[in-house]
């Protein structure tokens, strides 16, 4: 088992490794030039030049990159005499735009991050899978059809229709004031203002998801339920609830962990839309805005990288849950 | 100034969307909330954070008056009132506007007394002048306006680069600390040549003065430090900006700013849907909308600013903005005169300004490049939209007769016109899309042909301003960075002015003009200088480097808390100072 | 027994009555769909109630009470399921849970009828693991099903239904997914636990072979339908139904003369659906020609003693098939 995870982690970092460079390469073969950016409009060719080589991005490409990599141990230093910036390794580069290191920049978004995804994702999971073993369970009575629509109705609506609907309507309710919304609050402090700044961006997220879980979670429970081994525990005696709980469930929810680590995985690098309309400044607002506002390379580079590390390492747990879970994948 | 803001593009599916949700809840009463005397002025923004907080960096006229207002002080003001008389300086740190010596060449302001900063300590001249050197630091304090490095009297190298870098590389610090000089609380500013408004840069922010022992260098713009009413308490971008009271500001330094509110608060990354039902709805009745207008294809700005139930909490008013289309008359491109004619009375100007939110919100067609919000210099031209062949719906069977004289005069960009096709620069946005199709079915009807480098708005400016990515006709726009077309017509028809997309240096004109613009430059009876920019402004009409320009209006909202508000001419934006909660 | 369905009532079994006693070995023979399945699943209670309609009695005396099946209550039945009445099946690849230990089925299926510790659970399952033939039963406790060979988890599945001792064994197919060899070896290992055990077996099969070497008596059904019934050595002397005599043509045997093919029964099962008013077996029955008047087409054969001890549904005396064959 150790070794194989050892042979997985060291499998994650030359992914993120192989990542690295095709994300530079990506952005060396982008017609779009940095250095003119942030130039203004009162511009000339030397402030351009002056601008390439405070970026460093007046050298070859490859370089640009190992000085990336090197920085990632080392830290790296920016700027001369007084302005002169230093960002701790691990630094992933410094973002101009928000004048400020891009692993400070993260660290502040990563809350916001943190907390929609954990809050999405334990209501979503909760929804998601006891709406499907009921749906299951009254298979072909109203409450499976309700199942339908409801699944029907998730996975169509574009999530910036759903979250935006969602949000105007709770703020036309009184339930949403958009100048406090999104603004941190910390759950020590003010559990229940922390509360209100996430819960319908929760749901949003929970109804997009769920809508997914509980199809997964009906079809697998149906499936296993005509597995051999479920007559084999009813013809021992085990009542229809075991059968259900114990024998049925571990085995029809266990594909789900894929989907459910996959999920946050992807979730803990940012959820572009669902930040966006709650107005909360986590990972995905912070790599829209350095796409489409600031194009701002470094930021853009430490974003992707941490998304790939997160969605790399919860393929990992989902491996190692697996495992524990398969006695089948375990052994071999 | 530039036209920094782009339009945002606008999801359509949202708008509906909204729509339904908002005539579900619209039976829905809206209470308002018990009010708050004592309080807080909001400002609200769907953008993530101000361009720059850094003074010497901030550039965009909406950000200069509200950080003028309430963070910075800087060496003059615009007189904060409404109408005609905020064009003029009032003093602000200084004592007066501003003294002219040695005919324009040398200007010098003396420092009021008892000025402190927000920790405390007090203002020296040599505060002032340090803020003015950041300037130089091209490579940090990237984005402000450039006028010193082109005015002072610093050498600068054939390719424009001054010899003094700023105050992190001190290269050339002796040259700098001759051209501005401090004594006592006298500032002495020496110029390359005579600039009889000089005075009028000292009410940007870029004058601001900055501390040497609090400046660090990028990350200043996080947290600048003030001699205004206010001070930062805290910045985040996506989030807000908090601004609080200054305790070590001094009333009776300041005769500009009333300071009303106890707070203000600029929040950001508010989605335009819900911004506009803050407005509509009046749910924050002391808020201000930042942005400027509600979101137009939305019909939300027509609605509140023509329905009478809205009257009092907006204004709809010409602003200083001309938004127009500049031809590149660079040899391969427009380098005939009849073509582009051809070009301005083939399009239909009606079809672009209803596009836009119509006559009633966008603006009127124009006739001449400088606003007639710069009293002083703007005149009517004649020619252009006053020619009796000019039709605002286009009129082109006058535009086919043109084209038979280009093809004589100038065969080459005749086929290019009617051929191979005349490139437009436009913002790639759902607006964008539209005009394209409006201009190439003018066009076609006037026998030319269209084409469209569609480019993504944030890279808009950086790729049409290098020559090699321009096309034939750009669409640009520009307001007066203060009230003399001294900072209109040399940055959009000078060589290295700034901001000239005509790439004219080669046309016939252009030699004369220059030398005339350098007159009118060098003209320090103000009189004699307006009637000097309107024989210019003609010209450059006559010659076409401007088609189709639009005088733009500009629209804004608040909420029912909000008193004295007013428009503040000179920045394009709202006058902030009289601005108090009801 | 019948499953309203979109096409139709499919009447899996019809007038099926059978009796099996303790020490005895029934063993129901039929091709796949002929109901031999579904009458197993109805002894012990574990057809869907939703989706399958079953008419008649199934009485299980234990300890001088009867419980009727179809009529007790869910609970009534689930108690009797693994305890009274067990069952193994036909595919121990999938049979057991692939995610629990081998000691964890088997000990759960003592803890649902009997009060104890896990501990108990563990002795009793050990036990019976040992008394099945899985050798190093306490060091196997803890493996899980994949780690065990077909046979051997047989075994289990054995164990597993034996643990409580039940009176009735309901063997559904326990060889057909096995080899040869172990196929004997399982066959064995059911007989020993009977006489130990002291149960009523019944076996289901589809193989005559299998028949012989295990089972007391026969049911030889056809289309849900008893088509054949008595003591082994009587019908495999004595066949009497044309179908019970083209499955005992179609099993290769010892004595039987080198060179002569095997002979398959032509043709196919009919739909359960619309059964054909006369005789279900009349399509592909040789004999159907020697039954005056289309009889076989037309009317329905009711049971009837043929020889001593041996009953079938056919309109053909004993005398008349052994005639024609």
Known sequence: ?332 | MAEIKAGGSRNKVIAIVAAIVVIAAGAFVVSSKAGNKSGTIYYITNAQQLNHLDPQRVYTGEDIAFLNTYLYRTLVSYNPVAGKDSSKLVPDLATDIGTATDGGKTWSWTLKSGIKWSDGTDLTCEDVKYGISRIFATDVILDGPTYALQLLDIPADAKGVSAYAGPYKKTGQDLYDKAVTCAGNTITMHLKKAVGDFNYFGSYPAVAPVKASADNGDKYDLKPMGTGPYMIASFKAGDKLDLVRNKYWDKKTDAIRPAYPNEVILRFGISEDVRDQMFLKDTQPNAVNYDQGLQAPNNNNKVFHTDAKYKGRGINVLGPFVRYWTANVSKGHLDCLDVRKAVFFAINLQSIIDLNGGSELYGAPADSPISPSIATDYAPTTGNIHDSNWKIGGNPDYAKTLLATAKGSCPAAYAKATSSGIYFDLAKTATGEKTAALIKSAMEAAGMVAKFNLIEPGVYYPTVMNPAKQGDITRAGWAADWANASTVIPPLFIKDGGFNLNQNWDDPVYKDFAAKVSAAQGETDRAKQAAEWKVLAQIAMDQYWTIMPIFTKQQFEWGSKIAGVDFWMPNGALLYPSMHLK | MAFPTEDGLVQATDDVSFHVDLGETLAIVGESGSGKSVSSMAIMGLHNPKTAKISGQVLITSMGSTTDVVSASSETVRKLRGGTVSMIFQDPMSALHPYFTIGNQVSEAWLLHNDGTKEDARKKSIEMLDLVGISDAKNRFDSYPHQFSGGMRQRVMIAMALVNHPKILIADEPTTALDVTVQAQILKLLKDMQKEFNMAVILITHDMGVVAEVADRINVMYAGRLVEEGQVDEIYKNPVHPYTIGLLQSVPRVDQIRGTRLKAIPGQPPSLISLPGGCAFEPRCEFAKYVPDNRCKSTRPEVEIKLAGHQARCHLSAQEVRSHL
């Open chain 1, 1 to 332: 088992m150790l070794k194989y995870i050892s042979k997985r982690v060291i499998y994650a970092f030359v992914m993120l490794f192989v990542l690295s460079i095709v994300v530079y390469l990506i952005f060396g073969l982008v017609p779009i030039d940095p250095a003119q950016l942030s130039c203004g409009t009162h511009c000339n060719p030397v402030v351009v030049e002056a601008n390439r080589h405070r970026l460093g991005l007046d050298i070859p490409l490859w370089h640009q990159w190992w000085n990336f990599i090197m920085g990632l141990f080392q830290g790296r230093t920016y700027g001369e005499g007084a302005a002169i910036i230093h960002c701790p390794a691990p630094a992933f580069g410094y973002s101009f735009p928000n004048n400020a290191c891009v692993s400070e920049v993260m660290a502040g978004a990563f809350p916001f991050t943190f907390t929609l995804a954990v809050g999405a994702f334990i209501l979503w999971m909760a929804v998601g899978i006891s709406f499907g073993i009921l749906a299951a369970r009254k298979k072909g009575t109203y409450i499976d059809r309700l199942s339908t629509a409801f699944v029907l109705i998730g996975s169509s609506l574009p999530i910036f229709i759903l979250g935006l609907l969602i949000y105007i309507t709770a703020f036309l309710l009184h339930m949403i004031d958009p100048i406090v919304q999104g603004t941190w609050v910390s759950p020590l402090t003010d559990p229940i203002g922390f509360f209100k700044n996430f819960i319908f961006a929760w749901i949003t997220l929970a109804l997009a998801y769920a809508a997914i879980y509980t199809r997964l979670t009906r079809s697998n429970v149906i499936e296993t339920s005509s597995e051999d081994y479920i007559r084999t525990a009813r013809a021992k005696g085990v009542s229809e609830r075991d059968v259900l709980y114990r024998h049925n469930l571990r085995t029809a929810l266990a594909p789900l962990i894929t989907n459910a680590g996959l999920d946050f995985g992807g979730l803990l690098g940012g959820a572009i839309i669902t930040e966006r309309v709650f107005q909360l400044p986590g990972l995905g607002y912070m790599s829209i805005k350095a796409v489409l506002r600031d194009y701002d390379l470094p930021l853009i580079m430490g974003t992707t990288l941490l998304a790939a590390a997160f969605f790399i390492f919860f393929n990992l747990i989902v491996d190692i849950a697996y495992a524990y879970l398969d006695p089948r994948v375990r052994i071999n």
